[in-house]
T-cell receptor, first 116, second 112 residues
Framework: KAGVTQTPRYLIKTRGQQVTLSCSPI?????VSWYQQTPGQGLQFLFE???????NKGNFPGRFSGRQFSNSRSEMNVSTLELGDSALYLC???????????????FGSGTQLSVL | SQQGEEDPQALSIQEGENATMNCSYK?????LQWYRQNSGRGLVHLIL?????REKHSGRLRVTLDTSKKSSSLLITASRAADTASYFC????????????FGSGTQLTVLP
């Protein structure tokens, strides 16, 4: 089974621009979560999607948004980029549904975003 | 901000030695997980321990959980150079299994 795939791997943007990151979960996984990792704040939860619905949201401004498609693939968008948005953005999928709940998260390799 | 604290922040040991990392958290949990991250890459799940368990083993890993002290420890026995990585504890403080709160991490360096 292929793992969680995140694209692109690296991204360089300038302040004020917007960016879209993509995540393809493991086949059969319907829950997709996003995390931001920075040296200062560590790993922080952004949001989680299940069956195309946002189920949980972390404490991030509205500039951070996401969505999930019917095939469970997910995208996150950051508008009006700020220098502080430079981070490694990690996507994780997990198995849930049909009577199965698995708390274990499977992470992608991340998208390293640099805002100049 | 981080809800969990890990110590030490950095640990350097020789191959073959044991490595112990500690994690503390602040509120009640359903379970606690440990993840490993190689530099700049994604996290890999190592082990999960539920709040009603006190100890769990997986290969060279041993995890303990003390809910009265709100703390956990991860022991890696007979460490190898390939164990060099950052190790994070994660808890479901929010009550949602998918919304994990990660500790600040321990950077482990195993010297050959």
């Amino acid at each position: 089974k292929a793992g969680v795939t995140q694209t692109p791997r690296y991204l360089i943007k300038t302040r004020g621009q917007q960016v879209t990151l993509s995540c393809s979960p493991i086949s059969g996984h319907r829950s997709v979560s996003w995390y931001q990792q920075t040296p200062g704040q560590g790993l922080q939860f952004l949001f989680e999607y299940f069956s195309e619905t946002q189920r949980n949201k972390g404490n991030f401004p509205g500039r951070f948004s996401g969505r999930q498609f019917s095939n469970s693939r997910s995208e996150m968008n950051v508008s009006t980029l700020e220098l502080g948005d430079s981070a490694l953005y990690l996507c994780a999928s997990s198995l849930e549904g049909q009577g199965v709940t698995n708390e274990k998260l499977f992470f992608g390799s991340g998208t390293q975003l640099s805002v100049l | 901000s981080q809800q969990g604290e890990e110590d030490p922040q950095a640990l350097s040991i020789q191959e073959g030695e044991n490595a112990t990392m500690n994690c503390s958290y602040k509120t009640s949990i359903n379970n606690l997980q440990w993840y490993r991250q190689n530099s700049g890459r994604g996290l890999v799940h190592l082990i999960l321990i539920r709040s009603n368990e006190r100890e769990k083993h997986s290969g060279r890993l041993r995890v303990t959980l003390d809910t009265s002290k709100k703390s956990s420890s991860l022991l890696i026995t007979a460490s190898r150079a390939a164990d060099t990585a950052s190790y994070f504890c994660a808890t479901d403080l929010s009550g949602s299994a998918r919304q994990l709160t990660f500790g600040s991490g321990t950077q482990l360096t195993v010297l050959p």
